[in-house]
């Protein structure tokens, strides 16, 4: 579906920065309640937004052989993502819960920034890092909208205050819908001696008698390299 067609499905009555929190809150309230449930407050996992781009690319196997996992990097906190193949190179925001249990979302007046949580492991060291970010807003699509897009294979940076830069390869896009969405799919571990990175956004259509997006889409990557860089 394009970004076209969810715009024109939005409410037009909704509050500036309306479409933004109903479809990331609800995921990241799945992220707190998976977490409490299983009272594992040392784990670390991502994040989601809207399918706009290429839904077929979304699960599909890699068609090229993918590259070894990297050793687990030492804690430091992102500063940056760079993701080539989309043209993203924007700031990284820590967010906390709020008062409800999920993940605070990017500040409404900063729809090009990504959300970090900061409860969580940073990128690149050992375990699951989550990232969440916008897909658009009343009036333009944001940070994650063509997040769906991506493939197998591609590249994911994160630069860090210690100056390196985590370097992360894509091996699986979903698409989960609300209704048959699985936390552990989202946010657990694929490999727990790796280090993983998610990225999540509100995905499928936009519903308008819950003011929600029926899915969400999540990117899973794994540390396959470093580089040097500045924060």
């Known amino acids: 579906m394009s970004g076209q067609d969810e715009q024109d499905t939005a409410p037009k009555t909704a509050a500036p920065g309306g479409r933004l929190v109903t479809g990331i809150a609800w995921a990241v309230l799945l992220l707190g309640l998976w977490l409490w449930g299983r009272e594992a407050t040392d784990v670390r996992e991502g994040i989601s937004r809207p399918a706009t781009g290429d839904m077929a690319a979304a699960g599909r196997p890699p068609d090229v052989p993918l590259p070894p996992a990297h050793a687990p990097l030492d804690e430091a906190r992102p500063q940056r993502l ?13 967010r906390g819960l709020d008062g409800k249990g999920a993940i605070e979302p990017p500040p409404f007046d900063r729809p090009g920034s990504v959300g970090w949580y900061a409860a969580g492991v940073t990128p690149g060291a050992a375990g699951t ?50 209704d048959g969405f699985d936390a552990q799919q989202a946010y657990g571990p694929r490999d727990t001696e790796r280090s993983e990175l ?30 040097s860089g500045t924060p």
């Not at 993203?88 to 925001?93: E, L, Q, T």
């Not at 009343?138 to 591609?154: C, D, H, I, K, Q």
């Not at 100056?163 to 390869?169: L, N």
């Open 82 to 94: 760079d993701v080539p193949g989309l043209g993203i190179d924007a700031p990284v925001v820590a």
């Open 129 to 178: 890092a989550l990232m969440v970010g916008h897909v658009d807003t009343e009036t333009r699509p944001a940070v994650f909208y063509e997040l769906s897009t991506l493939e197998p294979g591609e590249t994911i940076r994160v630069v860090r205050e210690d100056t390196e830069v985590a370097e992360f390869t894509v091996d699986d896009v979903q698409v989960l819908t609300r």
């Open 198 to 227: 998610r990225l999540i956004t509100c995905g499928g259509t936009f519903d308008r008698t819950t003011d929600t997006y029926t899915a969400n889409v999540v990117v899973s990557a794994y540390l396959t390299g470093t580089a």
